[in-house]
């Protein structure tokens, strides 16, 4: 698999890179957010960015790579106000986030968690008014396509099998973040807040305390 890693810290990028390899990816590496814009029609299998770059920001960068690919994973790294940070970066699609510092072989462990995810999958079917196209890792509502997240993609997918059943945000992180996942449970909400943003007539309810459900329509 094919990673694009976009870094100006040389010491940072060079370790992350070589921690990366050791793992089996193929990796080019940027240290200008500009030079990495040039390449987003490359259509690596992941981007990695940081925040705070030359000439091009990591918020512009991943704008234009979704708008060329909705479905690209993205990983945000940054040094600044993590919690703001972190909900712009989920507003703007990134798949995860990680703030700095951080170990390197965490990196490593949440890039193959997400890669695991990027999958091919059965069929179509029918939540509340939309299909859910598997395939095409989209929802489709009349003729609008709704494109979603990886991480959208694979919340809809847990809950489309276990429909009118309450999941608990501990069992969400375990199944599509990985056991392995260090972060806060509010990036359950966060996912799920931004999933239903874009598909409003999903029927999702909260269950006070503990986690959600999807209804069968």
Known sequence: MRIYIVEDEKQLQQLLVSYLVE?????????????????IDDEPD?????????????????????????????????????????VIGLEMGCDDYLPKPFLPRELVLRVKRLMSYVRPVESNEKIGPYTFDTNKRMLILNQDQIELTVKEYDILQLF????????????????VWGMDYF???????DTLRRLRKKAPDLPFEAVYGYGYMLKEF
């Open 23 to 39: 793992a089996g990816y193929q990796v080019t590496a940027f240290d200008n957010g500009r030079l990495a814009k040039n390449r």
């Open 46 to 86: 992941l981007w990695i960015l940081d925040i705070m770059l030359p000439e091009v920001d990591g918020f512009t960068l991943i704008k234009a790579i979704k708008e060329k690919n909705p479905q690209m994973p993205v990983i945000f790294m940054s040094a600044r106000s993590a919690e703001l940070d972190r």
């Open 160 to 175: 489309s099998k276990n429909l009118d059943k309450a999941i608990s945000r501990t069992e969400i992180l375990d199944s």
């Open 183 to 189: 972060g806060s449970e509010r990036v359950v909400d």
